[in-house]
Nanobody, 115 residues
Framework: QVQLVESGGGLVQAGGSLRLSCAAS????????MGWYRQAPGKQRELVAT???????NYADSAKGRFTISRDNAKNTVYLQMNNLKSEDTAVYYC?????????WGQGIQVTVSS
């Protein structure tokens, strides 16, 4: 059974930083594209960043220059370092794993940025 468990969310002031972690189990993470998505109230879920099995990152325009996605396959964990946070980054952040035709989601974690 695949499980993705997010941690590291919370409340932060604008301009601050947070580091999200996603611990994966039941999946060969080294063969899997991992990603972070977010969903703000009243909005659709949107891509934040992904990282391929080979370590190539891809970012949404809103994340470029402020967020960094990374992975530690030995720890089965993917990270999202978020710097210079803005109020518009407030959302529930979801960890995502894609392998072949399978897609898995974490339960989500709240990030709130106060202005």
């Amino acid at each position: 059974q695949v499980q993705l468990v997010e941690s590291g969310g919370g409340l932060v002031q604008a301009g601050g930083s947070l580091r999200l972690s996603c611990a994966a189990s039941g999946i060969a993470m080294s063969l899997t594209t991992m990603g972070w998505y977010r969903q703000a109230p009243g909005k659709q879920r949107e891509l934040v960043a992904t990282i391929s099995s080979g370590g190539s990152p891809n970012y949404a325009d809103s994340a470029k220059g402020r967020f960094t996605i990374s992975r530690d396959n030995a720890k089965n964990t993917v990270y999202l370092q978020m710097n210079n946070l803005k109020s518009e980054d407030t959302a529930v952040y979801y960890c995502n794993a894609k392998r072949l035709l399978q897609i898995f989601w974490g339960q989500g974690i709240q990030v709130t940025v106060s202005s």
